[in-house]
């Protein structure tokens, strides 16, 4: 088991900057792929971004490419998003994903292969 807990969610106006922090605990958090998906209300959740255990590699989705960077510590046990030149199509509630210990993220890696969630953090650009 593993918890994660989100922070650095907020208010910003549109080309501003947020960075997201995932904190892993429970388990050492380098065993966990993970990744940050994030859902507005009406909506399905829907996949932003994915770091592989190693670091060695990283997903993104087409709407955030160029934009978002993901990234871990050396550490492992937190990922971070760094969120650049955010738009209002940004404004969601972001949740911290991890697969179990020692499974892949892959490019094909999606919402039901994800085994464990954080509360979410939310964020809100303005216009």
């Known amino acids: 088991q593993v918890q994660l807990v989100e922070s650095g969610g907020g208010l910003v106006q549109a080309g501003d900057s947020l960075r997201l922090s995932c904190a892993a605990s429970?388990?050492?958090?380098?065993?966990?792929?993970m990744g940050w998906f994030r859902q507005t209300p009406g909506k399905e959740r829907e996949f932003v971004a994915a770091?592989?255990?190693?670091?060695?590699?990283?997903y993104y989705a087409d709407a955030v490419k160029g934009r978002f960077t993901i990234s871990r510590d050396n550490a492992g046990n937190t990922v971070y998003l760094q969120m650049n030149s955010l738009k209002p199509e940004d404004t969601a509630l972001y949740y911290c994903?991890?697969?179990?210990?020692?499974?892949?993220?892959?490019?094909?890696?999606?919402?039901?292969?994800?085994?464990?969630w954080g509360q979410g953090t939310q964020v809100t650009v303005s216009s």
């Open positions: 994903a991890a697969r179990s210990p020692y499974l892949p993220w892959t490019s094909r890696t999606g919402i039901k292969d994800v085994d464990f």
């Open positions: 429970g388990r050492t958090g380098s065993n966990f792929a």
């Open positions: 770091i592989t255990r190693t670091s060695s590699n990283t």
